[in-house]
């Protein structure tokens, strides 16, 4: 089952407007991860937010991460067509493990 | 350094055929570890190998199967095809000294059975 649920499922802006997506998770985590995927190709990882973190920055990226409320937002400020992709949360549990669960995704499209 | 790479990127196999997928991960990497990606299922752990040694397990059947070698080299099979194993199978690598760290995805193979 999946571990990470993204919303929304799908998301259309214009080129230079922000874009937010929401992640929940189930479990305690160690970490939570954001990924983009571009047309089916290899995931790309974009930022790493640890568990004693409420905020991270990475260029045009900002992660939080609420743990009380397990979830996790992913904005892009300015966007631009080449951020079109699919954007996935993963986790992983407190017990440990090398696995990532991944949610189902959002569709992120940029229209110039 | 060069990134992930897996090969064949793609694939056609008909049921009750075996194929095996090949994984290079980024040197020095020790940790390899396997995803299916379908449109239904999305993204599922199917295995991760360290060292030669499958240290996790996803929950598939005995039909995926891998391996790792000395290398770190990482092949995976799936014997007995069946149409529901068409999918895009993505291999990741990391140093595998930390739990959960960050993952370097290969370009995936995409595999259809017909």
């Known amino acids: 089952s999946q571990q990470g649920e993204e919303d929304p499922q799908a998301l259309s802006i214009q080129e230079g407007e922000n874009a937010t997506m929401n992640c929940s998770y189930k479990?305690?985590?160690?970490?939570l991860q954001w990924y983009r995927q571009n047309s089916g190709r290899g995931l790309v990882h974009l930022i790493l937010i640890r568990s004693n973190e409420r905020e991270k920055h990475s260029g045009r990226l900002r992660v939080t991460l609420d743990t009380s409320k397990k979830s996790s937002s992913l904005l892009i400020t300015a966007s631009r067509a080449a951020d079109t992709a699919s954007y996935f949360c993963?986790?992983?549990?407190?017990?440990?493990?090398?696995?990532?669960?991944f949610g189902q995704g959002t569709r992120l499209t940029i229209n110039p | 350094k060069a990134g992930v790479t897996q090969t064949p990127r793609y694939l056609i196999k008909t049921r009750g055929q075996q194929v095996t997928l090949s994984c290079s991960p980024i040197s020095g990497h020790r940790s390899v570890s396997w995803y299916q990606q379908t449109p239904g299922q999305g993204l599922q752990f199917l295995f991760e190998?360290?060292?030669?040694?499958?240290?996790n397990k996803g929950n598939f059947p005995g039909r995926f199967s891998g391996r790792q070698f000395s290398n770190s080299r990482s092949e995976m099979n799936v014997s007995t095809l069946e149409l529901g194993d068409s999918a895009l199978y993505l291999c990741a690598s990391s140093l595998g000294l930390v739990i959960q760290e960050t993952q370097y995805f290969g370009p995936g193979t995409r595999l259809l059975v017909l």
């Open positions: 190998y360290f060292s030669e040694t499958q240290r």
């Open positions: 479990t305690s985590i160690n970490n």
């Open positions: 993963a986790t992983g549990d407190i017990q440990g493990a090398q696995k990532l669960v």
